[in-house]
C-alpha cells in the first residue's frame, strides 16, 4: 500500500506543480473535443489516506485513440494521457512514461483505474455500448458505476464507484 501511495505522489506532484508545462510537440489528435472541469475522489481505505484531484481537462478523441489533458486553474496543461491502438503514454514535464493501458495509466496516476473509454459516451449522458448497462433513473448502471444525470441538463455528470475503495468523479463540461 505504501509503494502505491509513494507512486501516486509524482505524478500528482507534477500536476499540481504550477510552474512547468509540456514539452513542446505534442499532436493534435482527430475526434471530438469535450472540456470542462474534473474533481476525483478515491476514498479511504485500511491505511491509505484519501486522496482526490481537481482540475480542468480536455478530452480529445475516441476510445481507440485519444487524448486527455489535465491542466491548473491557470490553464497550464501538467499531463497529458495519449493512446492510440498498441500505445499508452503519460506526458509530463519530467518526460513520456508508457503503460501497457488506460485502465493502467489511471491506476497508477490516480490510484484507481477509470474506464476512459465508456466516459467518452458516459460524458453525452448515455451508457457505452461496449458493455452491459442497467437503467438507474436519473442515469444508469455500467462497468461497476453508478453514473448520476440527474443534473446533466445543466452539463454536469457524477459517476461513483461504490466498490471498495469508492471512488467519485465529478464533471462539469464547458460548452460552446
Known amino acids: 500500500m505504501r509503494r502505491r501511495s509513494a507512486a501516486l505522489a509524482l505524478p500528482l506532484a507534477a500536476l499540481l506543480s504550477a510552474c512547468a508545462s509540456l514539452p513542446a510537440g505534442t499532436r493534435p489528435t482527430a475526434g471530438e473535443t469535450l472540456a470542462g472541469r474534473l474533481a476525483l475522489r478515491v476514498d479511504a481505505i485500511g491505511d491509505e489516506q484519501p486522496r482526490s484531484v481537481v482540475a480542468a481537462f480536455e478530452l480529445q478523441g475516441a476510445p481507440e485513440a485519444g487524448r486527455l489533458n489535465l491542466s491548473t486553474p491557470m490553464g497550464t496543461v501538467m499531463a497529458q494521457a495519449r493512446w492510440e491502438p498498441g500505445r499508452v503514454v503519460l506526458v509530463t514535464p519530467q518526460g513520456e512514461t508508457p503503460y501497457p493501458s488506460l485502465e493502467a495509466l489511471t491506476r497508477d496516476v490516480l490510484g484507481e483505474s477509470l474506464p476512459v473509454a465508456a466516459m467518452f459516451d458516459w460524458l453525452h449522458g448515455r451508457p457505452w455500448p461496449g458493455a452491459?448497462?442497467?437503467?438507474?433513473?436519473?442515469?444508469?448502471?455500467?462497468?461497476?458505476?453508478?453514473?448520476?444525470?440527474?443534473?446533466?441538463?445543466?452539463d454536469t455528470i457524477v459517476a461513483v464507484r461504490e466498490a471498495a475503495p469508492a471512488v467519485t468523479v465529478r464533471v462539469k463540461l464547458d460548452r460552446s
Do not use: E, K, M, S
Open 132 to 154: 452491459a448497462h442497467v437503467a438507474n433513473p436519473p442515469g444508469f448502471r455500467q462497468l461497476g458505476w453508478a453514473v448520476d444525470l440527474a443534473r446533466f441538463a445543466d
